[in-house]
């Protein structure tokens, strides 16, 4: 119900979101969260008024959770932006951290980052954000079609040994892992833009 009640809303936001100079704007869905991707122009006109103005423009239809000043990078690999989304697809996904393991999420993701050197990635993953928000993580990455290979065994082997230990400190809120793992959870679904 509320995403019949959100989409009517959004219908009439093209217009201000040009106007506030915000460029790949993205909603997503699951189960009762909704999360908003964006990038902003600067300098934004009054930009805090207008994500104010938005955010309660949802208010009759869902409870907010968490503002974008409210929302912690927890780990970046920002790369080549493509102007033509044709060229990428999107990961966005939500997990649930256990109590008490920000810190420790933190940390497991500054190693990745250290590891890289912080430089910039061509791909295939490109603009990786992750955030953190009230026990809540939410990832948004878009990655690049023709650099997508099929992963070999070694790599299969070393994603389902993090995700593995991942698990240790949070738990999947999306269907990410649900292939390894044999758990049935929802799938995220863009639902505007």
């Known amino acids: 119900m509320f995403k019949t009640r959100l989409k ?4 009439g936001l093209d217009d201000l979101i040009g106007r506030s100079r915000l460029e790949n704007v993205s909603l997503w869905s699951v189960d009762d969260f909704l999360f908003g991707y964006s990038e902003q122009v600067w300098p934004a006109p009054d930009g805090a008024s207008l994500s ?5 423009g949802f ?3 869902c409870e907010p959770f ?19 989304k044709a060229e990428i697809r999107h ?9 008490g393991m920000k810190d420790e999420y933190k940390r497991r993701h500054d190693v990745l980052v250290e590891a890289r ?16 928000a009230r026990g809540y993580i939410f990832g948004y990455c878009e990655l690049v079609k023709v650099m997508e290979t099929p992963p070999t ?11 593995t230990r991942q698990l240790e ?25």
């Not at 968490?66 to 033509?84: C, F, K, P, Q, T």
């Open 153 to 163: 065994e070694e790599e299969k082997q070393a994603l389902i040994d993090w995700e």
């Open 8 to 11: 009517g809303y959004l219908a």
């Open 117 to 132: 050197g912080d430089q910039v990635n061509e791909g295939p993953e490109s603009n990786f954000t992750i955030w953190h």
């Open 59 to 61: 208010m009759d239809c």
């Open 66 to 84: 968490a503002e974008s000043d409210e929302m912690e990078l927890m780990y970046h690999d920002i790369g080549v932006v493509r102007e033509n």
């Open 91 to 99: 990961r966005v996904y939500v997990t649930q951290l256990k109590p």
């Open 169 to 193: 400190i949070m738990d999947w809120v999306t269907d990410d892992t649900d292939w390894i793992f044999g758990t049935a959870h929802s799938a995220i679904e863009r639902i505007w833009k």
């Open 52 to 56: 104010k103005w938005i955010l309660r």
